[in-house]
C-alpha cells in the first residue's frame, strides 16, 4: 500500500526574479485535484472539493529566497472513533527560507540564522523554482492526527459495536468483572 507518497506530476514551479532584484514578490495559485486521496499514517484522506495552494515569494537578501506557502483545503476520512463520515475544514500558511547548502550564517548573509523560518537547502538556484517537495510536506503537516465527526464523539461500543452516538446499547451495566464495579462507578462519579 502507498503511503503518503506524492502523486506523480506534482509539480509547483515558479519562475525566480533576479538575485539582484528584492522588490519584486512573485505570487503564483493553484487549484489542486487529490482525486485519489492520500493514504497516510494508516489513514485514508479525501479531498473532495481539491485544494488550493498559492506562495508569495522573494528574495529578502540575494542569498535567502523566502516562500510563504498557503494552503486551504477540506479534508474528508473516517471518524477515528465511530467509523462514520468526518471532515475537517484546514487552511494555514507556512514560511520557508531556501538557501544553498554551503551557506555560512552571517557571513553570506545579513541574516544571522533561519530561526522562524523552515529551512530549505538547495544545490544551486536556477531562473525557476519547483515548490512540489513543501507544498507535500504543508498538506501532511496540517493533516488532522485523528479525524472525528464531533468533538465529542462517543465511539463505537467495544463488546457490541453499536453507535453509542445513538444513545446507550445496554453493554455497558452487563459487562465487567463485577470486581471493578465500584471502581468503574468511582470514575464515573469523580468526572
Ligand atoms: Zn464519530
Ligand atoms: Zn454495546
Redesign the pocket.
Given at each position: 500500500m502507498k503511503s503518503g507518497l506524492m502523486p506523480k506530476n506534482w509539480h509547483f514551479i515558479v519562475e525566480l526574479p533576479p538575485r539582484s532584484d528584492c522588490e519584486t514578490v512573485v505570487e503564483k495559485s493553484w487549484d489542486i485535484h487529490l482525486t485519489e486521496g492520500i493514504l497516510f499514517e494508516g489513514q485514508r484522506f479525501l479531498f473532495p472539493e481539491g485544494c488550493f495552494v498559492s506562495v508569495a515569494l522573494h528574495w529578502l537578501e540575494p542569498a535567502l529566497l523566502t516562500v510563504q506557502l498557503f494552503l486551504r483545503t477540506e479534508v474528508v476520512g473516517e471518524?477515528?472513533?465511530?467509523?462514520?463520515e468526518?471532515s475537517l475544514a484546514i487552511q494555514d500558511d507556512l514560511m520557508y527560507l531556501y538557501h544553498l547548502c554551503d551557506l555560512e550564517w552571517g557571513k553570506d548573509t545579513r541574516l544571522e540564522s533561519d530561526e522562524g523560518f523552515l529551512p530549505v537547502e538547495v544545490e544551486f538556484f536556477g531562473r525557476t523554482i519547483d515548490l512540489a517537495d513543501q507544498v507535500w510536506e504543508t498538506l501532511l503537516l496540517l493533516l488532522p492526527i485523528r479525524l472525528?465527526?464531533?468533538e465529542d464523539?462517543?465511539?463505537l461500543c467495544p463488546e457490541c459495536g453499536a453507535?453509542l452516538?445513538q444513545g446507550p446499547c445496554g453493554c455497558e451495566r452487563q459487562d465487567g468483572d463485577p470486581r471493578f464495579a465500584v471502581l468503574g462507578s468511582f470514575i464515573f462519579d469523580s468526572d
Amino acid at each position: 500500500m502507498k503511503s503518503g507518497l506524492m502523486p506523480k506530476n506534482w509539480h509547483f514551479i515558479v519562475e525566480l526574479p533576479p538575485r539582484s532584484d528584492c522588490e519584486t514578490v512573485v505570487e503564483k495559485s493553484w487549484d489542486i485535484h487529490l482525486t485519489e486521496g492520500i493514504l497516510f499514517e494508516g489513514q485514508r484522506f479525501l479531498f473532495p472539493e481539491g485544494c488550493f495552494v498559492s506562495v508569495a515569494l522573494h528574495w529578502l537578501e540575494p542569498a535567502l529566497l523566502t516562500v510563504q506557502l498557503f494552503l486551504r483545503t477540506e479534508v474528508v476520512g473516517e471518524c477515528a472513533r465511530c467509523l462514520a463520515e468526518a471532515s475537517l475544514a484546514i487552511q494555514d500558511d507556512l514560511m520557508y527560507l531556501y538557501h544553498l547548502c554551503d551557506l555560512e550564517w552571517g557571513k553570506d548573509t545579513r541574516l544571522e540564522s533561519d530561526e522562524g523560518f523552515l529551512p530549505v537547502e538547495v544545490e544551486f538556484f536556477g531562473r525557476t523554482i519547483d515548490l512540489a517537495d513543501q507544498v507535500w510536506e504543508t498538506l501532511l503537516l496540517l493533516l488532522p492526527i485523528r479525524l472525528l465527526c464531533k468533538e465529542d464523539c462517543r465511539g463505537l461500543c467495544p463488546e457490541c459495536g453499536a453507535d453509542l452516538n445513538q444513545g446507550p446499547c445496554g453493554c455497558e451495566r452487563q459487562d465487567g468483572d463485577p470486581r471493578f464495579a465500584v471502581l468503574g462507578s468511582f470514575i464515573f462519579d469523580s468526572d
